[in-house]
């Protein structure tokens, strides 16, 4: 078994980043299919430690991106259930920020996240 197979490391780093990185909370949508509609269903916000960036460069070129596009790492530690995907919503420095994209370090420490300003009510 190596460190990579273990918490071990996403633990270390949850516990060094936690006091440097933002709260937010991670917003779990479901899509509740009724008569061939899907009904996005948010569950209860997690709380997450999370820093806000500029996209990267393979963000940058990939298709759909707005200048209101940001990457975001949340890290792992503490985190129960599925991983973020593209159905759900980050909530991080007061704004809501849509998921397009989700990829983690082979540690398992933290998820980076390609998103982009979540439009409400014409704002």
């Not at 420095?93 to 849509?98: D, E, P, S, Y």
Request: net charge negative; proline share 5%; with cysteine.
């Amino acid at each position: 078994m190596s460190l990579l197979d273990t918490d071990a490391i996403k633990n270390i780093m949850g516990a060094a980043f936690t006091p440097i990185f933002g709260t937010g909370e991670l917003i779990r949508v479901n899509m509740v299919w009724q008569s061939g509609v899907g009904l996005p269903v948010e569950d209860a916000p997690v709380a997450i430690s999370v820093q806000t960036d500029r996209c990267d460069e393979a963000m940058r070129q990939s298709p759909g991106y707005t200048a209101e596009d940001s990457k975001l790492i949340i890290l792992q530690a503490g985190i129960t259930g599925r991983e973020p995907n593209t159905d759900d919503v980050i909530v991080a420095r007061g704004q809501r920020w849509k998921v397009k994209s989700v990829r983690s370090d082979p540690a398992q420490s933290h998820w980076i996240i390609h998103a982009t300003k979540e439009v409400t009510d014409g704002t």
